[in-house]
């Protein structure tokens, strides 16, 4: 199974869904992981940096 470190960008392009073609293709990102084809990691610091940007600037 591959693993892949996310970054802030994508976690908030998901949440915030300002790029729809950006979004489709996290979606399907998604889905990989669903289907056990790949593995996310999402690091500490990540979440960290998500939780600020969003009570920043949304």
């Known amino acids: 199974m591959n693993k892949f470190l996310v970054g802030a960008n994508v976690l908030i392009r998901l949440v915030v869904k300002d790029d729809y073609s950006k979004v489709e293709v996290l979606r399907q990102l998604i ?28």
């Not at 690091?43 to 960290?48: D, M, R």
């Open 31 to 58: 889905e990989k992981v669903d289907n056990k084809e790949l593995m996310l990691i999402v690091p500490t610091i990540t979440i960290a940096e998500c939780c600020w940007l969003l009570k920043s600037f949304y």
